[in-house]
Nanobody, 122 residues
Framework: QVQLVESGGGSVQTGGSLRLSCAAS????????MGWFRQAPGKEREGVAG????????YIADSVKGRFTISQDGAKNTVYLQMNSLKPEDTAMYYCAAAENLATLFTRPAYWGQGTQVTVSS
């Protein structure tokens, strides 16, 4: 059974930082792509970042480029989202997802985590 478990969310002030983690189990971690989405109340879900778990190619959305970084630790089957210079508009539920490649990650992910809340106050 595939499981994606997020952690690391919380409340910070504008300009603060958080690091989200997504631990994966139950599938071949190194042969897939994982990423992060977010959804704020009343807004559509947005793909934020993606990474091939075998290493190499990453994707960062323009809305967070320069502030967010995605990375992964193959030994721990874990993907991270480092979020710096946080803004109130980054407030959302953040979800981890997994798919075969970046294209399917942002169109029809095969697996989802339960989400972790990030709140940025001004």
């Amino acid at each position: 059974q595939v499981q994606l478990v997020e952690s690391g969310g919380g409340s910070v002030q504008t300009g603060g930082s958080l690091r989200l983690s997504c631990a994966a189990s139950g599938y071949t971690y190194s042969s897939n792509c994982m990423g992060w989405f977010r959804q704020a109340p009343g807004k559509e879900r947005e793909g934020v970042a993606g990474i091939y778990t075998g290493g190499g190619v990453t994707y960062i959305a323009d809305s967070v480029k320069g502030r967010f970084t995605i990375s992964q630790d193959g030994a721990k089957n874990t993907v991270y989202l480092q979020m710096n210079s946080l803004k109130p508009e980054d407030t959302a539920m953040y979800y981890c997802a997994a798919a075969e490649n970046l294209a399917t990650l942002f169109t029809r992910p095969a697996y989802w985590g339960q989400g972790t809340q990030v709140t940025v106050s001004s």
